[in-house]
């Protein structure tokens, strides 16, 4: 049975999702839901079979012999496992965090049902609750390779998400951080197909879930999407995917109501696309470094430390 630390709790996630409805721009809001919302993630991601493919590990030479393993936002669990298949012998610990609770609990059933590794969860925003997190990590006085896998850190401003990730490590530990890719000939054409599945019935069974938790009955339909190149990092694309309002609708969060009027839209997704050759320009902007990488076609899985990692 895993162990679990709460560091986010209930209300906590409430405000945000609220804060970030009144904002107009969704990010972990869009795992508001409890179970439901988890589960509608899990099955979109086992229907979208390419992204599990990568049971590889870039750089597995240089870890060392004993290592904890810390999966910011596990989702089901299964990408993890994949992962960490080919250094599993030198794994003492496996720690989840998630900012959802039930999504947290879908991934420990997978991976416990799967190994006899031993499992801690910890409910928390690995972009906000940086210090609570690694005081709770140093208890375990292990090297930590990090893993922000299918995307995740890409769904965020990489001022945000990069700086936090290199908040949390310490010098000898490691990241595996998985980054979609676009390619440099008709880089648009193959966006425009991504953005065309960010609007489908089929992630938005997923993607409009939160909204249904706000007690809202929201239909793809009133989806759209924009392909735009970040203003903060040339050379990354940004697939932006909004919500339009049919009509003018009310949504409860906890005890809140918030108000939009008939065609207000609302960002629920954005979704970043790199050119595998430039990742490290930006990886070292913002106090990392990349030790390898393994390409698989679509995204790309980089080992990272630090700029002050020290190789024991
Ligand atoms: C895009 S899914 C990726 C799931 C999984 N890693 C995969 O490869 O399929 C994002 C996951 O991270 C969690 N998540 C997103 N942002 C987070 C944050 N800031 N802090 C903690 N968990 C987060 C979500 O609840 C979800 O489980």
Redesign the pocket.
Known sequence: MAQRIVIQNVEMMNRRVEQQLREGRV??A??HGGTPT?IA?ATM?DDDHP??HFDCFPGAELLPSEFGVV??????G???LKVIQPIMDRVRSLIL????PE?LTL?EKYIESSTDIEVTSIV??????LNPIRTALDRYNLPLVF??????AG??TIARSFT?LQALMNQRDYLIL?LGLYPTTNPIQALQKTADFYTSEQNCQFGLRFLEACGVSASYKNTYSEITEDPQDSGIFIITTYYRFPTDTSLSIGNESLFFRQGQSLRWLESRRFDKHKVSRYLTKYGLQSFGYKDLDHHALFLCGTHHHHIF
């Open positions: 990010d972990v869009q795992y988890a993630w991601a992204r599990h999966d910011l936002g596990p989702g089901s299964k990408p993890c965090v998630d900012v959802s999504m991934a928390a925003d690995f972009l906000l609750d893993l922000c896998l299918g995307g995740t769904n965020f936090a998985d």
